[in-house]
Structures are given as C-alpha cells and as structure tokens.
C-alpha cells in the first residue's frame, strides 16, 4: 500500500495562479520529499523537508510538513506553463532513508 | 544529470520470454533501486542495492530478481516476462538524502 497519498489527483489553473497540492501519510517519518515528473521523463527532485522542520521554501515552492497530522503541502506561486508535470511526495520510514515510498501524485495543469 | 542512464529504454517483448534492463550509473554511489510506474499506483519499489552483491527486495518483488556485481551497474530481471509486467521501469540512485532518477524503460509484454 501506498505510504503518501496526494490531494487532489488533478489539478487545472490559470497561469499566475497559485498552485496547493497536499500529501498525507500513514507511519512517522525522518523526512518528506517532493518530486515533480514532465510527461515521459523521470523524476526531478524539488525539495526535501524534514521531520523537525515545519516549513521550508525554494524559489516559487513552498512545503509545509505537519507531522501531527502526518500531512505535508506543496505550493507553487505565480505558476508558469512550465510548472505543468505531476508531483509527487515520498517518504523515508522512521529507520532511514534507503527506501522513499512515492504517492500516486497530483497531475497539474497550468492554462495560458 | 545524476549520471543515470537505463538501456533499452524501449522494449517489446513476447509472454514468457526473460528480459534484463541495465542501469549505469557514473556517481559511485552505495545505494540502487528499480521502481516501476503504473497508472493509479504511482511509483513501486521492487528492489533495491546497498553494495556490491547486496540487494533486498521491495514491495512489489515476485517476478523480478537483480544483480549488482559493479558499483556501477545494477540489473532487473525479468525471467520469465508477463504481461503484468508491462510498464515504465525507472532506475534510480541515492546521494545524501536526495534520489535521483534515469529517463525510465518503456516495457510492452505482448
């Protein structure tokens, strides 16, 4: 079974919008990662948050990690055409990092 | 570019017979995985290496066995190929806390 679940499934916005995608997850965790993926290509890593931190920022991102609620965001502003992909999260188990288990990802759409 | 490259990156193959997909990597890195990409299940673990002629298996294992007798060189597979297994294969490696990911192997079982 999967151990993150992304919130929604699609997504379709405006260019310049803001994007928010959410992820929950069942057990504890060292660290939480999101990954993004072009159509056909493999994963991108974007950024990692980990399990003491609450919020973390790169760029145009922005995660969120709520680990009483085992849930974490990611928001992407002033979203650009380029920012269409799928997302998604994984986490480590509590023991390590040596095996992420990835969500089944939120597929974004930005419309020009 | 995480010096990840996976071959064949496209294949079709028949029912019943094996099948190896190669991942190379250049990073010298302990740890290799082989994920695999369906539609509605996301990414997969099937298994992974933490050294030399160490490999475990993930969650979705049956049907699959690897090899790593290189650093640089991990193997999947398939020996006797279903169409079950028809799929996007993405081999991937772990530096520091970060995974990194090949361009993926288009697999069709017919």
């Known amino acids: 079974s999967q151990q993150g679940e992304e919130d929604p499934q699609a997504l379709s916005i405006q260019e310049g919008e803001n994007a928010t995608m959410n992820c929950s997850y069942k057990?504890?965790?060292?660290?939480l990662q999101w990954y993004r993926q072009n159509s056909g290509r493999g994963l991108v890593h974007l950024i990692l948050?980990?399990?003491?931190?609450r919020e973390k920022h790169s760029g145009r991102l922005r995660v969120t990690l709520d680990t009483s609620k085992k849930s974490s965001s990611l928001l992407i502003t002033a979203s650009r055409a380029a920012d269409t992909a799928s997302y998604f999260c994984?986490?480590?188990?509590?023991?390590?990092?040596?095996?992420?288990?990835f969500g089944t990802g939120t597929r974004l759409t930005i419309i020009p | 570019d995480a010096g990840i490259t996976q071959s064949p990156r496209h294949k079709v193959t028949e029912t019943g017979t094996p099948v190896t997909l190669r991942c190379h990597q250049t990073?010298?890195?302990?740890?290799m995985y082989w994920y695999r990409q369906d539609p509605g299940h996301g990414l997969r673990l099937i298994h992974y290496?933490?050294?030399?002629?160490?490999?475990d298996k993930g969650e979705v294992s049956d049907g699959y066995s690897v090899s790593r007798s290189k650093t640089e060189d991990f193997l999947l597979t398939l020996e006797s190929a279903t169409s079950s297994q028809t799929s996007v294969y993405f081999c991937?490696?772990?530096?520091?806390?970060?995974?990194?990911f090949g361009e993926g192997s288009w697999l069709t079982v017919v």
């Open positions: 994984a986490t480590d188990l509590n023991f390590g990092n040596e095996k992420l288990t």
């Open positions: 057990t504890s965790i060292n660290n």
């Open positions: 948050i980990r399990s003491n931190e």
């Open positions: 990073e010298n890195h302990r740890y």
């Open positions: 290496s933490y050294g030399v002629k160490d490999t």
């Open positions: 991937a490696i772990m530096g520091w806390d970060t995974i990194y």
